[in-house]
């Protein structure tokens, strides 16, 4: 069965900083991989998807994450984090089988520190 | 457009009352699912509907009933909750056309059982 893994439960930066949020996935077949993002009493909003076209993806709001297969990663970044970043950020995965199930990670909550 | 929206926002019911939670969307998508989140948690999804048939019920307690009145609308009925169904709704839509599928959610409704 596939899963996902999200290393690091809280992740805090410092406006202007790096932020790298980590996630992992199991499979045995090429997967299907999205971040997205749950801003407080919100929705979630769809920041990116890895469609095997290529292994860098750029998403909205500057976030983008690169896909490894030989490390089983899709971790998702962004050069320098604003203060409206903070927000749970969720991998998924879904079965190349496509039976409509996203599995989704715990979870990453970015804390931005002015 | 990739809107999908819901009602009511905010929903307060006692464990005797029956309400419904409403989900729209008009981007022609074929599939529809309800999903509820606690909170810090991942979305746990419940039902899904495909082509407006019910494709997917992840075991939910019939307090809980789905309807899929047309390929644009979703409905919630619920009767008889329980406090510990309190939690964050989300509805979202996907097109079902490929296994990069994606999924598009809405706001979601906020429900609070006494």
């Known amino acids: 069965a596939q899963s996902v893994t999200q290393l690091g439960s809280h992740v805090s930066v410092s406006e202007g900083a790096l932020v790298l949020l980590r996630c992992n996935y199991s499979s045995s077949v090429p997967p299907y991989l999205f971040w997205y993002v749950q801003y407080p009493n919100q929705g979630l909003q769809l920041l990116l998807k890895y469609t095997s076209a290529a292994t860098l993806v750029k998403g909205i709001n500057g976030f983008e994450a690169e896909f490894k297969k030989s490390e089983t990663s899709f971790h998702l970044t962004k050069p320098s984090a604003h203060m409206s970043d903070a927000a749970e950020y969720f991998c998924?995965?879904?079965?190349?089988?496509?039976?409509?199930?996203?599995?989704f990670g715990q979870g990453t909550t970015l804390q931005v520190k002015p | 457009d990739t809107e999908v929206t819901q009602t009511p926002k905010h929903l307060v019911m006692g464990m005797t009352n029956k309400k419904s939670l409403k989900c729209e969307q008009h981007?022609?998508?074929?599939?529809m699912y309800w999903y509820k989140q606690k909170a810090k948690k991942p979305p746990e999804l419940m039902f899904v509907y495909s082509y407006e048939k019910l494709s997917i019920n992840e075991s939910v307690p019939s307090r809980f009933s789905p309807e899929c009145p047309n390929s644009s609308l979703l409905n919630l009925h619920l009767h008889a909750l329980q406090p510990e169904d309190s939690a964050l709704y989300l509805c979202a839509s996907s097109l079902l056309d490929s296994s990069t599928d994606t999924q598009y959610f809405g706001p979601g409704t906020r429900l609070t059982v006494l």
């Open positions: 998924a995965v879904t079965p190349s089988s496509n039976t409509g199930k996203l599995i």
């Open positions: 981007m022609g998508h074929r599939a």
